[in-house]
């Protein structure tokens, strides 16, 4: 069996569109996944994190107990779009042998539109895997293109989370796993990575 690498995108993903997780209180979460688009009252001035990793996205949420993350958005965006984020983005920490020096990271972090966070993979338990899921933020124009360009759909899964949870709660983790969506390595090109990790 092939070792998992430290650093891979893993993502639900089809020919043009890549899945992404969110979580929000109802009010702004139950409106998005009604109309298919972010409420008035969702805050484009703030930096949004997406995460392609649905248990992660457990991880994050609580599967959904969490207060202010009881719904669980997954919302399908353009490949084009997350790609541009990608090629956009800075590591969000410095790291030596990958940035020049650290104040060229620095300013180059203030400048980027998007930014990149490699996390502890999760499992069922949520426990922490030996390899990483990538946490991808938007701030600015990132935003805005997200919001208003990159986005195709909107699903709520607070349920099917919480399926799974019950599933986890009762010890049957074969029954849990297969309701998890489907997540194979993104087949992202070493170009598109290679400024992401070491």
Known sequence: MEEEPRHRIRAHYAADT???????RPEI???AAHDGRFPDSWQRDR???VKPSFLW??????????EGQETVLAIEVTRDGFEWALRHACLSHYEHG???DRSSWQRTLKRAPTRVQWDPERDLHLQPLPHRSLQLGLAGEAV?????????SIRDV?????????RVVEGDLHAAARRLPPERPYPASEELLAHLRR
């Open 18 to 24: 890549i899945t992404v997780y969110q979580a929000y």
């Open 29 to 31: 979460g139950l409106a």
């Open 47 to 49: 930096m949004t994190w």
């Open 57 to 66: 996205m457990m991880y994050r949420c609580g599967w959904a107990t969490k």
């Open 98 to 100: 990958l940035h020049d």
């Open 144 to 152: 805005r293109l997200f919001a208003d360009k990159w986005t195709v």
């Open 158 to 166: 607070t349920p099917l989370a919480r399926e799974i949870h019950a």
